[in-house]
């Protein structure tokens, strides 16, 4: 390609204050170096994370920023060394890398891996974005808020070109975090009995995965009653709203269930539901997985609760083993064995950020995909 080897200037959407609507900005995204993939990036969808970092984190020292970690593109260029990509590729970039050679990556009972991406390092000169001569950080190693990003190749998947990359972006993140929930962390089981915390995209994905999984009973919980109907779409056969009931929704379901629900996920980023998703479970066996994102508070719990024989665990991506996992997931969309599209409320061009930021923060849509590149 014509731009190998060169600085590209591109639009992106930078976050330069904690609190504020982002600004679309010219910046200069740098070659690809020994190991690394420049990616044009065609859609990228707005995640809670996204919205977690803007608005609630603590750490201010990561602005100025391009968010994004929900994306899919093509590949622009690749530096020295890299074997596994072509320019042309279609890929979904990785925030959790795989490099198949570390202790941890060959361990089969965990997807993290050892190896750290730029960008993931927090450190400014890792960076591979300048706007107005000042360097930006790079959210999670991807920062797919930009029409291009330069990502190390263990943190990149290749996909089927077959795929169609406005749709597929979703699988970067949320839906893959969700699914894999219920299918390798939990480990639902044929004719369990399920509930699901949070009807965002990670949750409904979640009750997709419970219903792959062929639990029988799949109790959908959110505060907010317009989502029970798209909860129905993925597999949900219950719908509990906690503000209907006077009594902790955990007693509630315990006595929906006759003493517990087989298996609990907890998709919402907040400590007291993910207490009330362990104290939901049946004692004995019942497990209860922690998938939402939260950094904020720390949990306190009376240890009998997990001495009668729960089971309290969390997951990172879904358990997926990031490269394989992505993979997997496109093959079985293209396969129709997941639904992806039924995610996807709204489409808009990057330009219109700030709307779809605004309607992920009221509830007013499940997936905003943010048309970035022309394929």
């Not at 990036?41 to 920023?65: E, G, H, M, R, W």
């Not at 639902?188 to 399920?194: H, I, L, M, R, Y």
């Not at 004692?283 to 998938?291: F, H, L, N």
Request: net charge neutral; aromatic share 6%; with cysteine.
């Amino acid at each position: 390609m014509a731009t190998a080897g060169k600085v590209i200037k591109c639009k992106a959407a930078v976050a330069w204050e904690p609190d504020k609507p982002l600004v679309i900005e010219e910046i200069e995204v740098e070659p690809p170096l020994e190991n690394e993939v420049r990616i044009k990036v065609v859609a990228t969808s707005l995640c809670q994370s996204d919205l977690y970092f803007l608005f609630k984190d603590i750490n201010k020292d990561i602005f100025p920023i391009v968010l994004g970690h929900e994306a899919a593109g093509i590949v622009e260029s690749v530096g020295k060394g890299v074997t596994e990509f072509q320019p042309g590729d279609k890929v979904i970039p990785l925030f959790l890398p795989q490099c198949r050679e570390c202790r941890l990556c060959k361990h089969p009972k965990t997807n993290l891996c050892e190896k750290k991406t730029p960008g993931q390092s927090g450190n400014l000169k890792d960076s591979k974005f300048t706007c107005k001569g000042q360097k930006l950080h790079q959210f999670m190693g991807t920062s797919t808020f930009s029409e291009y990003t330069v990502m190390n190749q263990n943190s990149v998947a290749k996909i089927d070109p077959a795929a169609p990359l406005d749709k597929v972006c979703l699988i970067g993140c949320g839906i893959s975090t969700g699914f894999g929930a219920a299918i390798n962390a939990a480990k639902v089981e044929p004719g369990s009995t399920c509930a699901v915390f949070g009807l965002g995209a990670i949750g409904l994905a979640a009750v997709m995965g419970c219903k792959a999984a062929g639990a029988k009973r799949i109790i959908a919980v959110d505060v907010n009653p317009d989502k029970f109907e798209k909860a129905k779409i993925f597999g949900a056969t219950d719908f509990v709203n906690p503000k209907d009931h006077s009594k902790p929704i955990s007693q509630v379901l315990m006595e929906m269930t006759s003493g517990g629900v087989d298996f609990a996920l907890e998709c919402v980023g907040n400590v007291e539901v993910m207490l009330s998703a362990l104290e939901a479970c049946a004692p004995g066996w019942g497990v209860s997985v922690i998938v939402g994102y939260t950094n904020l508070h720390d949990i306190s719990i009376r240890p009998l609760k997990l001495l009668t024989g729960r089971t309290w665990k969390g997951t990172l991506f879904g358990g997926f083993k990031s490269k394989d996992g992505v993979s997997e997931m496109v093959k079985s969309y293209l396969d129709k064995k997941v639904k992806l599209d039924e995610f996807i409320t709204h489409n808009m061009p990057l330009d219109q950020i700030n709307d779809a930021i605004e309607l992920l923060r009221n509830g007013k849509c499940i997936r905003t995909v943010l048309n970035v590149s022309p394929q």
